[in-house]
């Protein structure tokens, strides 16, 4: 779990293969000052409040190279840029959090980000104002973890997921499907999905449309139009993005295996 946390702040994960992402971070080392092992961010920081916030970052991903590290405009917090990302950490790097869109604030000494549990309660109540009816599911019988995914029927990524959801399903993963067609309302990928929620075998029409690019063309009353705007009211920055059932957001593409080991992480209480 915290190399997806780390990946998700970081703009790293692979749900931004179907959106426009910031530039990967650079995969050069961190500074020698702040080679900190994530087991010493317990032990007080010691240094300028420069080289606390360069070590904290460091704990999170001793990978990432600190482009730039200086005075922020928050009284008792450094500004660093990360990967093209600006991040604020506090004098005493116990504390940081991101700016932008899919921003967090995080405890660099325990891993744990502060803000998720109030993002997950958000949108788990988001979620909630679509009806199940309105899901298209694939569940294996009595599954151990139940995922809501946001999907587009032409993104690379979801027809990779779907593609092996019967691997998802062999892992006890019982998948969700709501629609966020990411061209928009109106466009042609929304009139696909619209087709495909409004098929009498809604399973078999998003199937053909993930594994064909076609389907037959039709309408009806229906949901996508709502879906849509819960997937942007809940942070959605790329398809497929995929929220277990505590409202945490788990990550875009995740392998079979990879997603079953972090979710049992999220059930266990780990980081």
């Given at each position: 779990?915290?190399?997806?946390?780390?990946?998700?702040?970081?703009?790293?994960?692979?749900?931004?293969?179907?959106?426009?992402?910031?530039s990967?971070?650079?995969?050069?080392?961190?500074?020698?000052?702040?080679?900190?092992?994530?087991?010493?961010?317990?032990?007080?920081?010691?240094?300028?409040?420069?080289?606390?916030?360069?070590?904290a970052?460091?704990?999170?991903?001793?990978?990432?190279?600190?482009?730039?590290?200086?005075?922020?405009?928050?009284?008792?917090?450094?500004e660093?840029?990360?990967?093209?990302?600006v991040?604020?950490?506090?004098?005493?790097?116990?504390?940081?959090?991101?700016?932008?869109?899919g921003?967090?604030?995080?405890?660099?000494?325990?891993?744990?980000?502060?803000?998720?549990?109030?993002?997950?309660?958000m949108?788990?109540?988001?979620?909630?104002?679509?009806?199940?009816?309105?899901?298209?599911?694939?569940?294996?019988?009595?599954?151990?973890?139940?995922?809501?995914?946001?999907?587009?029927?032409?993104?690379?990524?979801?027809?990779?997921?779907?593609?092996?959801?019967?691997?998802?399903?062999?892992?006890?993963?019982?998948?969700?499907?709501?629609?966020?067609?990411?061209?928009?309302?109106?466009?042609?990928?929304?009139?696909?999905?619209?087709?495909?929620?409004?098929?009498?075998?809604?399973?078999?029409?998003?199937?053909?449309?993930?594994?064909?690019?076609?389907?037959?063309?039709?309408?009806?009353?229906?949901?996508?139009?709502?879906?849509?705007?819960?997937?942007?009211?809940?942070?959605?920055?790329?398809?497929?993005?995929?929220?277990?059932?505590?409202?945490?957001?788990?990550?875009?593409?995740?392998?079979?295996?990879?997603?079953?080991?972090?979710?049992?992480?999220?059930?266990?209480?780990?980081?």
């Amino acid at each position: 779990m915290k190399r997806l946390l780390l990946a998700a702040a970081f703009g790293m994960l692979s749900i931004s293969a179907c959106a426009k992402a910031p530039s990967p971070v650079d995969d050069a080392k961190a500074p020698q000052s702040a080679a900190a092992n994530a087991s010493e961010t317990t032990k007080p920081a010691t240094g300028s409040p420069e080289e606390r916030a360069v070590a904290a970052i460091a704990a999170l991903n001793p990978e990432v190279k600190v482009d730039y590290i200086g005075k922020a405009p928050i009284p008792g917090f450094r500004e660093a840029v990360v990967g093209g990302q600006v991040i604020y950490v506090s004098d005493d790097g116990n504390y940081l959090f991101f700016a932008g869109a899919g921003g967090a604030l995080l405890d660099t000494r325990t891993q744990k980000n502060l803000s998720e549990a109030t993002l997950g309660g958000m949108r788990n109540k988001l979620l909630k104002t679509i009806p199940a009816s309105e899901r298209i599911v694939f569940a294996p019988p009595n599954p151990k973890h139940t995922v809501t995914v946001f999907t587009d029927v032409e993104c690379g990524y979801c027809r990779k997921m779907h593609q092996e959801i019967k691997q998802y399903n062999a892992e006890g993963i019982a998948v969700e499907y709501l629609a966020f067609p990411r061209m928009g309302i109106g466009s042609d990928d929304y009139k696909q999905m619209v087709s495909v929620w409004c098929s009498p075998d809604r399973k078999s029409a998003l199937t053909q449309a993930k594994s064909t690019g076609k389907v037959d063309s039709r309408n009806c009353k229906n949901t996508v139009a709502d879906q849509y705007q819960v997937g942007q009211s809940v942070g959605l920055t790329g398809t497929p993005m995929i929220i277990a059932r505590d409202g945490s957001q788990v990550g875009g593409y995740l392998p079979a295996k990879a997603l079953r080991a972090a979710l049992d992480k999220l059930e266990a209480g780990g980081s």
